[in-house]
């Protein structure tokens, strides 16, 4: 229910998430449960807008997991390339 849901602190709402990504079975109520706890999570959701924050961010060890630049024919990689869109998971 998502007047319950909204009702859970966030970090128990990240918890029953995560929890139930991996067993879905693709049954409705899992999609439209998912999607409530999406919800919840993106409306409590404020980022972090500081400078000494963004510097941190870009300042780490980042790897490289898939690029079309690396999947290009005749004559290989090219040796520069732009990256458009960055995402950091932090747990």
């Given amino acids: 229910d998502n007047m319950t849901t909204n009702k859970l602190p966030t970090l128990e709402v990240k918890r029953r ?15 439209k449960l998912v999607e409530s ?10 980022p972090v807008q500081t ?16 690029s079309t ?9 090219k040796s520069n390339f732009r990256i458009k869109e960055m995402y950091q998971s932090i747990q």
Avoid: K
């Fill in 17 to 31: 998430l995560l929890d139930l990504l991996p067993r879905m079975m693709g049954t409705p109520e899992e999609f």
């Fill in 69 to 77: 630049n690396l999947l290009s024919g005749g004559g290989g990689p």
């Fill in 37 to 46: 706890y999406i919800n919840v999570l993106e409306d409590r959701y404020q």
């Fill in 51 to 66: 400078l000494d924050f963004l510097n941190l961010a870009l300042q780490g060890d980042w790897q490289l997991l898939f």
